[in-house]
C-alpha cells in the first residue's frame, strides 16, 4: 500500500484484492524452491505488495497503477534497483510530468541520502527534463541552464540537512551537474568553503582536485605551486590529515603534469618542520616520512629511502609488508636490477 513517499489514502489503503482495480491481477509468489534453506520473515505488507509487483513486471505492463505499485515497493526498500528502474520504463511510457517526480526524489535524497538508486534515478530526471526542454529551442535552453543551478543549491542542502558532507553518492551527483551543465566557474569557491569548515573533508578534497582537472588541465607550473601551496597551508592547520597529503602528492612525482618531489623545497622544510615537533621517532608522523622518502629517491639518495622505508615499517604496521616491498624495490634498483 501506498506509504509517505507516493500514498493516496482512502480507497488505496485496503489490501489490493479487496480494490476493484486490481480484480484482474493474479499475484505471483515468490519462489524459494522446494526446500528453501532461511524462510524470510518479511514486514506486514512486503509479500502482497511484491507479489503484485511481480505479476506486473510478468505482464510488462507501464500504467498509472504500476507507477504507484514501484512507489510501493520502494517504500518498503528504497534501494530495490528493480522498482526504481521499472518506475522509470512507467514514466516514459505515460509521458508523465517530470516535475512532479522530481518531488518524489526530494523526499528519498532527503530522507536516504546514501542510496545510490535515488540519485541515479534523479540523474536520470535531468537528463530527461533537459532533453525535453532542448527540444523546445532558444526558450527551454534559458530554462535548462536554471535547472543546474537549482541542483547545486539542492546537493548542498541535502548534506545540510543530514549534516553529511562525505556522501559518496551525492558528490558523485555534483559532478554529474557540474560536467553536464558546464557550472565549474563557482565550484573551487564552494569547496574552499567546506573546507575551511572541515579541512579533513576528503571528499571536497577529491573534488578540488576534479575541479582543477577540469579547468586548468593540463597545469601551468604556476597552477601547479598554487595547489601545492594550498596543501601545504593545509597541512600546518592540521599536520596528520591525510587527506591533504595524498592532495599534495596528485601533484609530485611521476606523470602527466606532475613536478619530482625533491623540486618544491617548501614540501621538504614542512616535512622536516612536522617531524621535528614528535617527542619521539616511532611518534613521527608517518605521512612526513613517507614524503622524505620520496624526495629521498627523487635525488637519488637510496640510503635516505631506505633508512625511511624501514621506519615505516614500524609506524604503519597495517602496511608493514607494502614498505617491506618498496624497500626490496629500491635494493633491486641500487644493484641495477640484478
Same mark, same amino acid.
Given at each position: ?99 512532479? !517526480? ?8 532527503? +530522507?536516504?541520502? *546514501? @542510496? %545510490?538508486?535515488? /540519485?541515479? #534515478? $534523479? ?29 547545486? !543549491? ?8 543530514? +549534516?553529511?558532507? *562525505? @556522501? %559518496?553518492?551525492? /558528490?558523485? #551527483? $555534483? ?50 605551486? $598554487? ?112
Amino acid at each position: 500500500m501506498p506509504g509517505r513517499h507516493g500514498g493516496m489514502g482512502g480507497p488505496e489503503d485496503l489490501p489490493r484484492p479487496e480494490r476493484p482495480e486490481w480484480q484482474d491481477v493474479t499475484p505471483l509468489p515468490q519462489v524459494d524452491g522446494p526446500e528453501p534453506l532461511a524462510v524470510i520473515r518479511y514486514p506486514p505488507g512486503f509479500v502482497e505488495t511484491h507479489d503484485y509487483f511481480r505479476a506486473i513486471q510478468a505482464k510488462e505492463e507501464y500504467s498509472h497503477r504500476a507507477l504507484e505499485l514501484t512507489a510501493d515497493v520502494i517504500e518498503h526498500n528504497s534501494a530495490n534497483y528493480t522498482a526504481w528502474y521499472y518506475r522509470r520504463k512507467c514514466l516514459k511510457a505515460l509521458g508523465a510530468d517530470l516535475d512532479q !517526480e522530481m518531488e518524489f526524489t526530494d523526499n528519498w535524497a532527503r +530522507d536516504a541520502p *546514501k @542510496n %545510490y538508486q535515488v /540519485w541515479y #534515478h $534523479r540523474r536520470w530526471l535531468i537528463t530527461e527534463i533537459t532533453d525535453r526542454l532542448r527540444a523546445d529551442g532558444p526558450a527551454g535552453e534559458a530554462k535548462v541552464c536554471a535547472i543546474g543551478e537549482r541542483e547545486l !543549491e539542492y546537493h548542498l542542502d541535502v548534506m545540510q540537512v543530514n +549534516d553529511d558532507y *562525505k @556522501n %559518496y553518492n551525492g /558528490w558523485s #551527483h $555534483r559532478q554529474f551537474i557540474v560536467q553536464k551543465f558546464n557550472l565549474w566557474d563557482r565550484e573551487m569557491s564552494f569547496v574552499e568553503d567546506l573546507l575551511r569548515d572541515d579541512i579533513r573533508n576528503n571528499s571536497a578534497w577529491n573534488h578540488r582536485f576534479t575541479v582543477v582537472k577540469n579547468t586548468v588541465w593540463p597545469l601551468s607550473d604556476e597552477t601547479r605551486q $598554487r595547489e601545492i601551496n594550498y596543501a601545504l597551508e593545509a597541512l600546518r592547520q592540521c599536520a596528520m590529515n591525510e587527506s591533504a597529503w595524498n592532495y599534495l602528492s596528485a601533484f609530485l612525482g611521476e606523470g602527466e603534469c606532475k613536478a619530482p618531489w625533491d623540486s618544491v623545497p617548501a614540501v621538504e622544510a614542512l616535512c622536516n618542520e612536522v617531524l621535528a615537533l614528535a617527542p619521539a621517532q616511532k611518534q613521527q608522523c608517518r605521512f612526513a616520512v613517507e614524503a622524505v622518502a620520496q624526495i629521498c629517491e627523487a635525488r637519488g639518495d637510496a640510503d635516505g629511502a631506505a633508512e625511511r622505508y624501514a621506519l615505516l615499517q614500524e609506524l604503519d604496521k597495517v602496511r608493514e609488508k607494502y614498505w617491506e616491498w618498496r624497500a626490496a624495490v629500491l635494493k633491486h634498483q641500487r644493484h641495477g636490477g640484478a
